[in-house]
């Protein structure tokens, strides 16, 4: 699961991820923390740039999001779930080259698309009795000396359900699930109507980056996946189910 950074500050998330945890299942935690690293960034007088809900990330930002997302968040998220009676590892994409990245449009800077994942430590995590929590800085594919990328903690959870043939892939975010142009929560949304809800400028930003992971995932064998909110953790008819579009299913 991808938990939003807006939806890590709210006190019932540890609350509901130790729930779950306690049910025995193999969790793979991803986190957000963008809102951190903007707060970080303007800190030291630097504007956050986006493009369509994602971060453009410069040489010099990139040392900004590794503090922020696999230093001080992902600690914190882990201390939190120890605390909760959950055994939680933190670990960043880098290690163990979890998330493989490639640049994929040099105007985002040091930001990583087409993202594969390797599954062998989450493996050796769960064999141990853990939980990984994971921070979304992956591993340059392209450089031999390793660099990191930023990653769309969406794409990155998605890539990592792919690779370990995930039951199910969920997007945690602070609403409670994709909402059509009424403000209504859809119970279902296949990919051609979740194209259309981006078009028309209803789903944007976060949400719109949510639907295209989340197709991508789908894409990849995963054979459920929901946006929704911290309920949606414990309670699996909470949020949007995607759907494949028509086309991929005939």
């Known amino acids: ?22 049910r025995g299942e193999s969790l793979v935690i991803v986190h957000g923390g963008g809102d951190e690293v903007s707060t970080l960034q303007r800190r030291l007088g630097i504007e956050p740039q986006f493009r369509g809900g994602r971060r453009v990330t410069s040489a010099e930002d990139l040392e900004l999001v590794r503090m922020v997302l696999s230093g001080a968040t992902n600690k914190r998220l882990v201390a939190q779930l120890l605390s909760a009676g959950v055994r939680a590892v933190g670990v960043s994409g880098e290690d163990g080259g979890l998330l493989l990245a490639h640049v994929t449009d040099p105007a985002f800077g040091r930001v990583g698309g087409a993202i594969t994942a390797q599954g062998t430590l989450l493996a050796h995590l ?10 979304p800085v992956g591993r340059d594919a392209d450089d031999a ?8 903690g969406d794409d990155a959870a998605a890539a990592i359900a792919v690779a370990i043939g995930a039951d199910e892939l969920l997007l945690v975010a602070d609403v409670p699930g994709v909402l059509d142009a009424a403000g209504a929560v859809l119970a279902e949304l296949d990919g051609s109507a979740a194209q259309a809800l981006v078009q028309q400028g209803v789903a944007k930003g976060g949400m719109a980056a949510k639907l295209e992971a989340g197709a991508l995932a789908l ?8 946006v929704g909110d911290l309920r949606a953790i414990t309670d699996a008819s909470a949020g949007t189910r995607l759907l494949p579009s028509p086309a991929s299913t005939a």
Do not use: E, Y
């Not at 939003?4 to 779950?20: E, H, K």
């Open 1 to 22: 699961m991808k938990i939003g950074g807006r939806a890590q500050g709210d006190p019932q998330l540890i609350v509901q991820l130790a729930t779950a945890a306690r």
């Open 126 to 135: 769960w064999s141990g009795g853990f939980i990984p929590v994971v921070s």
């Open 145 to 152: 000396h390793g660099s990191g990328l930023n990653v769309n």
């Open 219 to 226: 894409r990849g064998g995963v054979c459920r996946v929901r």
